[in-house]
């Protein structure tokens, strides 16, 4: 399984941004999807994830401004991120799970200015 993800960058506080992840593999639509985050000096956190039936969870951090899905017919899943805030600032890695194995792609940049 290998993760690619995209579409992370510099934004304005308030701005939006929408980051991809696709998978290969023939799992994908039986996977639990997740995105996680880390910023400098700070510990991996979960950011958003989704099952396989397409129920969601997020950090409280981001409810109701970040929102998780998947296109299983594309193998892509994202993450649609608006009102950013400069504390959103970090590496994003995708993760995927078929179970017991976790996979994680390489991560993407998201910046944010204040």
């Known amino acids: 399984v290998q993760l690619v993800e995209s579409g992370g960058g510099l934004v304005q506080a308030g701005g939006s941004l929408r980051l991809s992840c696709a998978a290969s593999?023939?799992?994908?639509?039986?996977?639990?999807m997740g995105w996680y985050r880390q910023a400098p000096g700070k510990q991996r956190d979960m950011v958003a994830t989704?099952?396989?039936?397409?129920?969601?969870g997020y950090a409280d951090s981001v409810k109701g401004r970040f929102a998780i899905s998947r296109d299983n017919a594309k193998n892509t899943v994202y993450l649609q991120m608006n009102s950013l805030r400069p504390e959103d600032t970090a590496v994003y890695y995708c993760?995927?799970?078929?179970?017991?194995?976790?996979?994680w792609g390489q991560g993407t940049q998201v910046t944010v200015s204040s």
């Open positions: 993760q995927q799970t078929e179970w017991p194995n976790m996979y």
């Open positions: 989704i099952t396989c039936f397409g129920s969601t």
């Open positions: 593999g023939s799992r994908f639509s039986s996977s639990l």
